[in-house]
Each structure stands twice: as structure tokens, then as C-alpha cells.
């Protein structure tokens, strides 16, 4: 906990001895299974167990530890197994052994670890996610964020500094492990920078220090847990440190030592060569078993608001109005809900929240990955957390870090506008037509396209209440309420929200058009298109563009033929679900697709959707010709 003034010499010589142990195992565990990086463990291990033996372990309100140079995940592993937190040799043995929970980067679940990580660059961004939770939730708990010097090279990192400051997170301390190496050589030649002029330019605290001595390790945590601002240690190192052979050496930054170089470092540390023992239980299997439990809330999701065509709303209103309402009836009550923004809440709509909560509003200007990351990780942390951002900012520019959120089973509420062609005058560059199948790609990612503000407002109360990383997507314009035969909105009243249902708007007898969105309403102007030619379409609604309702498809393949509508790539969009639902019902018609086929034009929405062919009266000819050719 850091109380006593500094460390006593039993103390400092306990911790040089299992600083000797330490170095023994990460040479063991990555020669064993030939490959790791045993450099860079060995520079960062004084750091790792200075800081396991001394923070606050214990608690709901325990320290928080992220590891952003995933890579020395050996010297993590064996800091904590010395400390008796895994058993040490299960993690020497089953190092990067595949299914084993000691995998070649760090992974969220072992002890006290918070995040996985690997990829550089993300680990501060993270760490930001959890000392904002600290703070609302009113913890003491400290973030400790330990960090190569390569990676200060990435700019997320700027990003996140810049957070860090602008919101008072003192209660965050980061250690650069400054072994002056990096994969390809010394980073001054990779790629120079001024680590400490960078961390004092952004207004952090910053102390230099020796990382291999304990006492001054000790001494500098102690003292950035009293600072005002945030806190950066950057401490001299030596890569392959105790090993006089690997010292310095940028070969073992990411290469374990050979057979002839294990017995010298092993010689080398006076310890027992204990190869043959861990090479025979490597055989075998292990009983460590990783687990996390991510912190939750329970939300009042409130009652929906019911729109009318007249109000003129659009869906991104209809998500902010939703959006406070449920802060409304939640934060009074300590139930915890934030949002984050990067310089478009106007556009966006999370105006309002902003003015009413600012203390829960994140204003992350135009730095997508460091918010991206900030949000996935409070997320975890008991904060219902939205992330609101235009389609081409929230998931193609974050991928990366949407990505790194889906790895480590955040709770995120990510709201896109300004997606499709639906952007019109802003062109190619701003009109996501992407973003279907980039979320696809994310295991633990589920998509939702509402199609008026009505469901909207009822997707983005389900979403609140449910378990996991919700992607919910909006156009730019106001697309018209959607009502039933008899005018009633279609979407209000007794009508709830289920994830997998598709809503068949209308019936029809020759075929279906199946579709989402903002071209729900074109799509039913084209059923009507048809009718006048004597052909009886139905319409359905999409909302969940990766699950195809079963119950729905069924009675859709007995038709003679599907449409795809969508303004998305049609290679990636509602496609690849519909075609292998359809040939799970041995549908034996015709099936035509409609979609975005290269990136638009700039131009009026509807201009632009002539252009690819999306129009009402393009869309009618084609499905007419196709018919007629039948």
C-alpha cells in the first residue's frame, strides 16, 4: 500500500532474490516453448514486482494493473507466480502451450490483470476507462500502467495523455521500461522521440529513475500517489538485465536464448537447470484456470417515447432524447451511465446529456482511438457507457480498438450516425458503407439498425438493460415514422423490441423485399411501385442484420422471389445471412440484391442513391426486368 516511508533491507533483499528466481523462469519458459521475449520481461521485471508486492490487491476498490507491452507477458507471469498468485510451474511449463491460460501476451483474467493487450499503444487509453470508474464509483484505487519505450512512439498514446490531464486523473501512474531497445534496433534510430519532454509537454508529472532498484522504484510510486497530476516514471533499464550475455542485446527482445546460451544464463543467475523437468510436464495439462468478472449495473430502462411522422425526428434525436431520459432516471440514483463524444455532439445528440451531466460526459475531441478504448474499458467497470461517434469514425477509423474492446468483453453501447449514403453531400469519405461487415467481424459485437425514430428509441432502451458490445446505427436525415395499414405507428405501442427478429411490414404473395434503415420507407414505395404493375411484394424490416429470423425466412423462401435492399456494400451487408438462411429452407426462386457496389458520390441523398441504382424507380425496373426475365 506504500505506507512506510521506504523499503527495509530484508525487504530489498527479498525482492533482488526473487528478482534473481524471476529472471531463471522467463529464460525457462521461453526457450521451452521457443519463442516469447525474454529482453524485454527481464528490463520490466523490477517494475512488476515492486508494484505486485505493494499495491492494494484486494477488494472491489483494488489497484488497477494494465500491462500495454503485452509482450512481457513472462515477466508478469513469473512476478506474480514468485509472489505465489499462479502456480509457478504450471506458467513455466505451459507458457504459449495452445488452450493454456499463459499465452504469449497478456491476457484480462489473470490475477489482477485488467486487460488483455498486445497490440501497443492502447494500454494508457485503458487504464484512463478505469480510473474514471475509480472516481465516479468515489474508489482510493490507483491504476498502475506499465508501458515500453518503443511503443511511446504510437499516437493514441498522445491522445490519451492529453484525456488524462484535461479530466484530473492523478490517480493513474505510468512506467516506461526505458531499455533504449526496440525489434529492430535502438529506438533513437527506429524512431527518435523525447519521452520525458513529451509526458511534461502534456502537463504530467514526470521522475527518472534507476529500474532496476527496488528502494528507488518503491520511493517514486509512493510518491506519485500524493501528486496532483498524472504520473510518469521513466525508469532506466537494460534489456536482458542479470544476464550479463543477453545485456543490451536487441536480438533478445522478441528471441529466446538457444540451448548452449540456457546453460550460460542459467549458470550465469546460479540456478538449478531444470529443463528436463518442465519439457516432461509440458506433456501434460494445467489446473490454473483464468477468470474475470466484468463489474455491471442494473438500469431502469424507463418507458419509450412514441414519435408521430409530424414531430420530425430523426433518429439520432430519437437516440439522444433516449439517451437522457435514461440518465435521467438512473444517475440521481447512483446507478452510473457516461457518455463519450469526440467534438460531434451536436451531430451526434448527446447534447443534452452534456449539459445535464457533465461530470458523466467525456468530451474526447478529435481523438477516436484513445476514446474508443477509455469507453470500452469503463464499460467494465459498473458504468453503463456510450461510445457516439459518425460510422466512418466509430468502427472503420477505431477497427483496431473495437477490436482490442471485443477481445476483452467490454459492455460498450456504441451509437453511429451518419452511416450509408444516407450522408450524401459529404461523400465518399465520410459515407460509411462499411460498417455491417467490420462488425461482423468482431465475435462479441451485435449490430442494430433501427428504422425509425420509434424503434429507435426502443433499440436503444433494449441496449441498455442488455449484456455486451451493441452496435446501434443511424442515418444523417430524418427518415419518415413507419406506420401499418391502418396509420398507426408500426413501431409503438404494444410493440417490444426482441435482438433476432425481423418485422414483416407488409405481406405479399410474388416475393419479398428484405431491408433496413432509412430504406424501410423506399422499400415500401417500391412494393407500391410494384403493385401498380401487378406485382405483390412483401416488405421486411432487418433490424438485426446479422440474425436472420428463422420463423420469418421460412415463410419468405416459399416465395418466388427475395430482394436485398440495403445502402452498404452488398458484398458485406444483410447478403451473406439472407443467402445462408435462405439455402437453410431450400429456397428454389430467384434472389436479387441491392446495394452499394463502389463508394458514392457527393451529392443530395437521393441523387446519390440513383447513382448506384438505389432509387425507388431503378430498383422497381430492375426487380420488373428480372421477373420478366424469369
Not at 526457450?31 to 523490477?46: E, K, R, V, Y
Not at 444517475?331 to 443534452?352: E, M
Not at 461523400?427 to 461487415?437: E, L
Request: include cysteine; charged fraction near 20%.
Amino acid at each position: 500500500m506504500f505506507d512506510a516511508e521506504k523499503l527495509t533491507e530484508q525487504e530489498m533483499l527479498d525482492l533482488g532474490q526473487l528478482s534473481r528466481l524471476a529472471k531463471g523462469d522467463i529464460i525457462t519458459m521461453t526457450h521451452l516453448a521457443g519463442t516469447g521475449h525474454p529482453g524485454g520481461s527481464m528490463s520490466s521485471l523490477d517494475l512488476y514486482l515492486t508494484v505486485f508486492s505493494h499495491a492494494n490487491l484486494a477488494g472491489e476498490d483494488r489497484d488497477r494493473i494494465v500491462i500495454s507491452h503485452g509482450h512481457t507477458s513472462p515477466g508478469v507471469y513469473s512476478a506474480l507466480a514468485r509472489l505465489g498468485h499462479m502456480p509457478l510451474d504450471e506458467v513455466v511449463a505451459f507458457f504459449r502451450k495452445a488452450g493454456s491460460p499463459f499465452e504469449g501476451h497478456v491476457v484480462k483474467g489473470i490475477p489482477f490483470i485488467d486487460w488483455s493487450t498486445g497490440n501497443l499503444g492502447q494500454g494508457l487509453s485503458a487504464a484512463l476507462g478505469f480510473a474514471i470508474a475509480s472516481k465516479m464509483r468515489g474508489f482510493s484505487s490507483h491504476v498502475f500502467v506499465f508501458m515500453g519505450d518503443g511503443e511511446q512512439q504510437k499516437g493514441q498514446i498522445t491522445e490519451a495523455r492529453r484525456f488524462a490531464v484535461k479530466y484530473g486523473l492523478s490517480n493513474i501512474t505510468v512506467l516506461v521500461d526505458y531499455n533504449k531497445l526496440q525489434i529492430s534496433g535502438a529506438i533513437d534510430n527506429v524512431m527518435p522521440q523525447n519521452i520525458i519532454e513529451n509526458y511534461l509537454s502534456d502537463g504530467w508529472d514526470v521522475r527518472e529513475i534507476n529500474g532496476h532498484d527496488h528502494q528507488e522504484i518503491y520511493s517514486a510510486l509512493r510518491q506519485a500517489r500524493g501528486d496532483d497530476n498524472p504520473v510518469c516514471i521513466v525508469a532506466n533499464t537494460v534489456m536482458g538485465n542479470g544476464v550479463p550475455f543477453m545485456e543490451n542485446k536487441e536480438k533478445y527482445h522478441g528471441s529466446p536464448v538457444n540451448k548452449d546460451e540456457y546453460k550460460e544464463a542459467m549458470a550465469a543467475l546460479d540456478l538449478e537447470d531444470r529443463l528436463d523437468y518442465y519439457r516432461e510436464k509440458r506433456k501434460g495439462t494445467w489446473t490454473f484456470k483464468p477468470s474475470y468478472e466484468n463489474s455491471e449495473v442494473a438500469i431502469d430502462t424507463g418507458e419509450p417515447f412514441t414519435y408521430r411522422d409530424e414531430d420530425k425526428i430523426d433518429n439520432r434525436s430519437a437516440f439522444g432524447k433516449a439517451l437522457k431520459d435514461i440518465a435521467d432516471r438512473n444517475i440521481p440514483q447512483g446507478r452510473l451511465v457516461s457518455a463519450f463524444d469526440c467534438d460531434l455532439a451536436s451531430s451526434v445528440k448527446t447534447s443534452d446529456f452534456a449539459k445535464a451531466y457533465p461530470d458523466h460526459f467525456f468530451q474526447g475531441g478529435i481523438q477516436e482511438h484513445n476514446t474508443a478504448t477509455a469507453a470500452g474499458a469503463l464499460s467494465t467497470a459498473g458504468v453503463l457507457t456510450f461510445f457516439a461517434d459518425f460510422g466512418v469514425f466509430g468502427i472503420d477509423e477505431t477497427y483496431n480498438q473495437q477490436r482490442l474492446n471485443d477481445i476483452n468483453a467490454t459492455n460498450l453501447k456504441t451509437a453511429l450516425t451518419h452511416v450509408g449514403l444516407d450522408v450524401g453531400p459529404d461523400g465518399k469519405t465520410h459515407q460509411c458503407v462499411d460498417y455491417i461487415g467490420l462488425a461482423r467481424g468482431l465475435y462479441r459485437m451485435k449490430t442494430i439498425v433501427p428504422c425509425d425514430p420509434n424503434q429507435t428509441d426502443r433499440v436503444i432502451r433494449y441496449v441498455a438493460a442488455a449484456k455486451g458490445n451493441y452496435l446501434v446505427a443511424m442515418g444523417r436525415n430524418r427518415w419518415p415514422v413507419i406506420c401499418n395499414e391502418k396509420g398507426e405507428q408500426r413501431f409503438a405501442g404494444s410493440y417490444v423490441f426482441g435482438y433476432g427478429k425481423m418485422d414483416i411490414i407488409a405481406d405479399g404473395k410474388d416475393g419479398a423485399i428484405i431491408t433496413y434503415g432509412g430504406l424501410v420507407s423506399k422499400a415500401l414505395a417500391v412494393r407500391s411501385s410494384l403493385d401498380s404493375q401487378g406485382w405483390d411484394f412483401a416488405v421486411v424490416n432487418m433490424p438485426c442484420v446479422d440474425e436472420a429470423d428463422q420463423a420469418v425466412m421460412a415463410k419468405m423462401a416459399a416465395l418466388g422471389c427475395i430482394v436485398t435492399y440495403e445502402d452498404h456494400n452488398v458484398k458485406t451487408g444483410i447478403v451473406p445471412v439472407i443467402t445462408a438462411s435462405l439455402l437453410s429452407h431450400s429456397f428454389k426462386g430467384t434472389l436479387v440484391s441491392f446495394g452499394a457496389t463502389s463508394y458514392g458520390a457527393s451529392g443530395e441523398t437521393d441523387d446519390v442513391l440513383a447513382t448506384q441504382g438505389l432509387d425507388v424507380e431503378s430498383v422497381t425496373r430492375a426487380i420488373v426486368k428480372k421477373l420478366g426475365d424469369g
